[in-house]
């Protein structure tokens, strides 16, 4: 999939446009997508960097980076996708010079987004005024239960089966490898830790079985607490893996929540209890 971050850099072409921020790419966002890539005219999706509500100065815990969001909407069979830096200026163009500078610029002939959609000064921009103005629209509708909010709040209650059925997909968690304590190579479990983006969420602290690189992967999410630590940490051990991850970009999805963190009467029983996450990890199941 081609990556465009300007109108000039895009060209104007014959295209049908999914437009939306699709913070996460659940099945709200899927729909929409899949909607414009079965629409005819070359899929083109249209989306926004960073998201709008923390352009305007609101507090979002992202679902997604923008990496893993383009190669999900690649996924779907996307040939094109604009990333359109919003700022508060943006946010207050009028609607009609909004569509005419973006979307008959890059030559939208088919529009296709969540019947919820609003855009421009004082949202007064939706569906019916680019309908108005001459695009044939397509609006797709809210899929029942599935929202961004929905799913940051099964994450931060660590449903993370719940969340996985909203995505279509399980829920990850992704940062850079960075130095950690190396203490899980001493008990036997090297991991690799990971630094999320800040605006990045994470969810609740616990013990979750995932993968990662096709390895399945055990994943401690927390402040490991039988050491005394106050900072978070992000760390995976990636079952039957060689190799060194530092400095690497990890992606690590999530499947089940095994339990919660928790303090032990010995190093021991800590390593025991590894042992036994390591066990039900290789049993888990890819929601």
């Known amino acids: 999939m081609r ?3 300007s109108v000039a850099e895009l060209g104007r072409r014959e295209r049908a446009v999914a437009i939306g921020t699709f913070d996460g790419v659940h099945l709200g966002h899927r729909a929409v997508i899949e ?5 005819g005219p070359r899929p083109t999706v249209v989306t926004f960097e960073p998201h ?9 815990e992202l679902l997604a980076t923008l990496e893993r969001r383009l190669e999900l909407i690649a996924e779907l069979g996307v040939e094109e996708t604009l ?3 919003f700022t508060p200026e943006l946010g207050r163009v009028e609607p009609e010079d909004f569509a005419r500078e973006l979307l008959e610029a890059i030559g939208a002939r088919v529009v296709a987004a969540g019947e919820s959609f609003r855009f421009g000064r004082a949202r007064r921009g939706d569906l019916a005024v680019l309908r108005a103005l001459g695009f044939e629209t397509l609006p797709v509708p809210v899929v029942e239960g599935v929202s961004s909010t929905e799913i940051r709040r099964l994450l ?20 850079q490898v960075v130095a950690g304590d190396a203490r899980g190579g001493t008990l036997g479990f090297p991991t690799a830790n990971l630094a999320p983006p800040a605006n990045l969420l994470v969810p609740a602290y ?5 993968a990662a690189l096709g390895h399945r992967a055990a994943v401690s999410i927390g402040t490991n607490p039988h050491y005394g630590g106050e900072e978070r ?4 051990f990636l079952l039957d893996y060689e190799g060194e991850l530092y400095g690497e970009r990890l992606v690590v999805e999530l499947w089940q929540r095994l339990r919660d963190e928790q303090v032990f009467a010995s190093e021991q029983a800590l390593i025991e209890r590894i042992a036994r996450d390591v066990e039900e990890t290789r049993r ?4």
């Open 3 to 5: 990556v465009a971050h």
């Open 35 to 39: 909607t414009a890539v079965s629409a």
């Open 52 to 60: 709008p509500r923390i352009a305007l100065g609101y507090g979002v």
């Open 83 to 85: 990333v359109v830096e």
């Open 156 to 175: 931060r209650e660590g449903d993370v089966l719940g969340a996985a059925r909203l995505l279509g997909r399980p829920p990850e968690v992704e940062g």
């Open 206 to 210: 616990g013990i979750y079985a995932g």
């Open 233 to 236: 940490r992000v760390e995976a």
């Open 284 to 287: 888990a199941t890819r929601p």
